[in-house]
């Protein structure tokens, strides 16, 4: 089976800087793939060189089997992928939550009455149905993060790129978060700092270190409690 998402030998630049060295890395139909390593280390970059928003300056990305070169190529498959961002602020932007949920529908070419419809089921499946008037930028963290993921599910994308997605969650969202994250069938490529998130959520991890990614197991280890965390393969020098 072919993969949905694939990098081939990408390099990233940006200002001088190599950011991706060389990465290849592909995502199967079904799959839920984490990227882990420190901070700066090329893992957001990694996420927008897969949707176009940034430029491989080697190597080529391919979507759906098809490879990608310029914002043409990158835009027509676009609606099938859901990207988290790290920062919920920029994505919410339009003035109340019904209204931001249901624009990705809107783009789609969905009546307003069917975008809205299909906003209010997501809002409802995620438990936050009472949302709907309230202002976007008014919400609190994890109540903007659901918000931003239920824009992402009314799209009814085939994959979905999460950056942080537990970022600044309290515990009560978080529960709806991974609850609806379980349930979406597609494929998934998740960015965490969360162990505890990758163990419960990835079907494999890679680590990203100095641009270069590699593969890295998932263990699950017992001490006064169990938690679990992704081990990377160092590759000798």
Same mark, same amino acid.
């Given at each position: 089976m072919s993969a949905l998402l694939a990098l081939e030998n990408v390099t990233v630049v940006r200002d001088g800087a190599t950011l991706l060295r060389q990465v290849?890395?592909?995502?199967?139909?079904?799959?839920?793939?984490? +990227? @882990?390593?420190?901070? /700066?280390?090329?893992? $957001? $970059?990694?996420?927008? $060189?897969? +949707?176009?928003? *940034? #430029?491989?300056?080697?190597? #080529?990305?391919?979507l759906f089997g098809t490879p990608c070169h310029?914002?043409?190529?990158?835009? %027509?498959?676009?609606? #099938?992928?859901?990207?988290?961002?790290?920062?919920?602020d920029d994505q919410?932007?339009?003035?109340? @939550?019904?209204e931001d949920v249901a624009f990705g529908p809107l783009n789609l070419g969905l009546s307003q009455a069917?975008?809205?419809?299909?906003? *209010?089921?997501?809002l409802a499946m995620l438990? +936050?149905? %009472?949302?709907?008037?309230? =202002?976007?930028?008014?919400?609190?963290g994890g109540e903007k993060r659901l918000v931003c993921? %239920?824009?992402?599910?009314?799209?009814?994308?085939? @994959?979905?790129?999460?950056? *942080?997605? $537990?970022n600044g969650v309290d515990t009560e969202n978080g529960r709806r978060l991974r609850a609806a994250l379980h349930a979406f069938p597609g494929a998934m490529l998740l960015v965490s700092h969360d162990d505890g998130f990758i163990a419960e959520l990835a079907t494999r991890a890679m680590a =990203?270190?100095? /641009?270069?990614?590699?593969?890295a197991e998932i263990h699950t280890h017992p001490h006064s409690h169990t938690h679990s965390h992704p081990h990377i393969h160092q590759s000798e020098a």
């Amino acid at each position: 089976m072919s993969a949905l998402l694939a990098l081939e030998n990408v390099t990233v630049v940006r200002d001088g800087a190599t950011l991706l060295r060389q990465v290849d890395l592909s995502l199967a139909a079904g799959e839920r793939l984490a +990227i @882990v390593g420190p901070n /700066g280390a090329g893992k $957001t $970059t990694l996420l927008r $060189t897969l +949707i176009g928003l *940034e #430029r491989a300056a080697a190597g #080529r990305v391919r979507l759906f089997g098809t490879p990608c070169h310029g914002e043409r190529d990158f835009r %027509a498959f676009r609606p #099938r992928i859901g990207f988290l961002f790290q920062d919920s602020d920029d994505q919410l932007f339009c003035p109340s @939550v019904i209204e931001d949920v249901a624009f990705g529908p809107l783009n789609l070419g969905l009546s307003q009455a069917e975008a809205f419809r299909r906003a *209010e089921e997501v809002l409802a499946m995620l438990g +936050i149905a %009472a949302l709907a008037p309230r =202002i976007s930028h008014r919400l609190s963290g994890g109540e903007k993060r659901l918000v931003c993921l %239920a824009g992402l599910l009314a799209m009814k994308p085939d @994959v979905l790129l999460l950056d *942080e997605p $537990t970022n600044g969650v309290d515990t009560e969202n978080g529960r709806r978060l991974r609850a609806a994250l379980h349930a979406f069938p597609g494929a998934m490529l998740l960015v965490s700092h969360d162990d505890g998130f990758i163990a419960e959520l990835a079907t494999r991890a890679m680590a =990203i270190h100095d /641009g270069h990614l590699s593969p890295a197991e998932i263990h699950t280890h017992p001490h006064s409690h169990t938690h679990s965390h992704p081990h990377i393969h160092q590759s000798e020098a």
